[in-house]
C-alpha cells in the first residue's frame, strides 16, 4: 500500500506560479510512475505530467507545455510539480497518483491522493 498526500494548493493570480508537492508513506515510490492530474467542476479527471519511475522520462499534457514542470525526489519519497504562467483554466483539483504503468490514463493508477483545490484568478 502506498499512501499519498498532496500539498501547495492555493490562491494564485494569472500569471503566478505555485509548487505542488505529494508527499509518499507506507512503500518506497523509486519503483512507481508518478503523475499529477486535475479536475475541473464538471470535467473528467485528466493528466496534467507524469514521469516514470527512474526519472529519466517525463511526460506533459499539451495544456501546460512549457509551463510545468514535474519532478521527484526518491530518496525523501516526494513528487513534485512546478506551475508557472498559470492561467485560469489550470483551476481544479489536483490529485497526485501511482501506478505500475507509464501512461497518461487516469484509471490504470493504483493509488492516489485526496487532492488540493488550486485557483488561478483572472
Known amino acids: 500500500q502506498v499512501q499519498l498526500v498532496e500539498s501547495g494548493g492555493g490562491l494564485v493570480q494569472a500569471g503566478g506560479s505555485l509548487r505542488l508537492s505529494c508527499a509518499a508513506s507506507?512503500?518506497?515510490?523509486?519503483?512507481?510512475?508518478m503523475g499529477w492530474f486535475r479536475q475541473a467542476p464538471g470535467k473528467e479527471r485528466e493528466s496534467v505530467a507524469i514521469i516514470t519511475w527512474s526519472g529519466g522520462t517525463t511526460y506533459d499534457a499539451d495544456s501546460v507545455k512549457g509551463r510545468f514542470i514535474i519532478s521527484r525526489d526518491d530518496a525523501k519519497n516526494i513528487l513534485y510539480l512546478q506551475m508557472n504562467s498559470q492561467k485560469p483554466e489550470d483551476t481544479a483539483v489536483y490529485y497526485c497518483a501511482a501506478g505500475q504503468i507509464a501512461t497518461m490514463t487516469p484509471r490504470l493508477y493504483d493509488y492516489w491522493g485526496q487532492g488540493t483545490q488550486v485557483t488561478v484568478s483572472s
Open positions: 507506507g512503500r518506497t515510490l523509486s519503483s512507481y510512475t
